[in-house]
């Protein structure tokens, strides 16, 4: 990199943005730490962080599929309130139909900190309704969420502390969903993940719905 003249971006303290609340209804951990899944559609991850702008605070909730490691919803708001969490799970769910692979009723499991808009009676009715399985981690603990942290600080180091998704400083929630939307469609289709092969999560997946839709090679 010294060569090329190229210089790495460092990654920087964050605001504390996992607050709980003391009537939340707190769900138990059913993942452990084990942030693996068999198939997509079976564990989801989420969280939110923030982006400082020109005009105040904007914060960014998204929802990964933990099979591929697949952004399935996002969405940037200028308030913490249980909207900014809800509305990426309504965006994953009808993502997941419009890609004919819908969400199984009882199969998915819905892990996030116990942040009070992951354990408020809306989200959590919600889940119910859609038939998904709550989890969330204690408080305190980045271990208990350790892969959405870890999306978290790559979307602020790739795509927040560089002008390669805007070009310039963040003026208005606007600039920060512009940006946002570049490098999630960058992430799932064209960033290569170790983790997966060199692979990209949208290959992952298609590689792993090819696999079940291959006909029976005929016996001899």
Same mark, same amino acid.
């Given at each position: ?10 990654? *920087? ?7 709980? =609340?003391?009537?939340?209804?707190? *769900? ?8 693996? =899944? ?7 991850? !989420? ?6 702008? %020109? ?19 996002? #969405? ?17 769910? %009808? ?5 004919? #692979? ?23 009715? #919600? ?58 469609? %960058? ?7 170790? !983790? ?11 590689? #792993?719905?090819? =696999?079940? =839709? ?7």
């Amino acid at each position: 990199m010294r060569t090329l003249g190229l210089q790495g971006v460092v990654r *920087a303290k964050k605001l504390r943005t996992t607050i709980s =609340a003391a009537d939340g209804t707190r *769900a138990g951990d059913l993942l452990n730490r084990d942030f693996t =899944a068999p198939a997509p559609n079976r564990v989801w991850v !989420t969280d939110f962080t923030y982006v400082r702008t %020109w005009a105040g605070f904007a914060y960014v909730a998204f929802i990964v599929d933990v099979f591929a490691q697949k952004i399935v919803g996002w #969405h940037a708001a200028t308030c913490k309130n249980v909207d900014l969490v809800m509305t990426p799970l309504r965006m994953g769910l %009808w993502q997941r139909d419009r890609e004919n #692979h819908p969400v199984a009723t009882g199969e998915l499991i819905h892990h996030s900190d116990a942040g009070s808009q992951y354990t408020s009676v809306r989200l959590s009715e #919600h889940l119910a309704l859609e038939g998904i399985n709550p989890s969330v981690g204690s408080v305190g603990d980045a271990y208990d969420n350790a892969l959405m942290e870890t999306i978290n600080g790559l979307f602020k180091t790739e795509c927040i502390r560089t002008t390669v998704f805007h070009p310039g400083p963040y003026r208005t929630l606007a600039d920060v969903e512009y940006a946002t939307a570049g490098w999630v469609e %960058w992430y799932n289709n064209r960033r290569l993940h170790g !983790t997966l092969g060199m692979l990209t999560p949208v290959e992952f997946e298609t590689l #792993h719905y090819q =696999a079940l =839709a291959r006909e029976p090679e005929p016996t001899k």
